[in-house]
T-cell receptor
Framework: DVKVTQSSRYLVKRTGEKVFLECVQD?????MFWYRQDPGLGLRLIYF???????EKGDIPEGYSVSREKKERFSLILESASTNQTSMYLC???????????FGPGTRLTVT | QKEVEQNSGPLSVPEGAIASLNCTYS??????FFWYRQYSGKSPELIMS????GDKEDGRFTAQLNKASQYVSLLIRDSQPSDSATYLC??????????FGTGTSLTVIP
């Protein structure tokens, strides 16, 4: 079974803090993704990575950055958290050449 | 026009009935189609993949694809209360992008 884990299920941070969200997959998948999910807006792609040290902007990259130093780990960074970044953050991974994406359990982030 | 459109519902069916969930997509050349189930407060879970026209069955679930009509559906037979969730349709298009619908909320009434 594909296993995607995220560092925290719930996180509360203050405005202006730097926030790190970690995602790890154990299936040697090349492709990894970060989404946020908000009521009525669905899933929106923030950043993705096709390989180590590679990153591509998704639909809503503003206010976020990512890091992929190892194949199994993809980190999302909120440089200076704002209240409009309160959301459910979902990491997903996918094997190269295969289309199915598998999600981690999600991190519900609240910025106060 | 959104890439993937779903009726947001809510859809309510009695226990034991067939639930029918529908999805349309805009990119005619899309290659792969998926259904995810998402329980409240949880992450999406992949339940069905379909790549060619016709039906694909897996237990109580049947995915149906009609590329000419740009339409994909999910049928859940003998619906159970545990099937109550939001179902997300996802499409992998010709631009190698994955698009999700906003989901249909299903409630199965005991």
């Amino acid at each position: 079974d594909v296993k995607v884990t995220q560092s925290s299920r719930y996180l509360v941070k203050r405005t202006g803090e730097k926030v790190f969200l970690e995602c790890v997959q154990d299936m040697d998948h090349e492709n990894m993704f970060w989404y946020r999910q908000d009521p009525g807006l669905g899933l929106r792609l923030i950043y993705f990575s096709y390989d180590v040290k590679m990153k591509e902007k998704g639909d809503i990259p503003e206010g976020y950055s990512v890091s992929r130093e190892k194949k199994e780990r993809f980190s999302l960074i909120l440089e200076s958290a704002s209240t409009n970044q309160t959301s459910m953050y979902l990491c997903a991974s996918r094997k190269g050449g295969v289309h199915e994406q598998y999600f981690g359990p999600g991190t519900r982030l609240t910025v106060t | 026009q959104k890439e993937v459109e779903q009726n947001s519902g809510p859809l309510s069916v009695p226990e034991g009935a067939i639930a029918s969930l529908n999805c349309t997509y805009s990119d005619r050349g899309s290659q792969s189609f998926f259904w995810y189930r998402q329980y409240s407060g949880k992450s999406p879970e992949l339940i069905m993949s379909i790549y060619s026209n016709g039906d694909k069955e897996d237990g109580r679930f049947t995915a149906q694809l009609n590329k000419a009509s740009q339409y994909v559906s999910l049928l859940i037979r003998d619906s159970q209360p545990s099937d109550s969730a939001t179902y997300l349709c996802a499409v992998y298009d010709t631009g190698n992008q994955f698009y999700f619908g906003t989901g249909t909320s299903l409630t199965v009434i005991p």
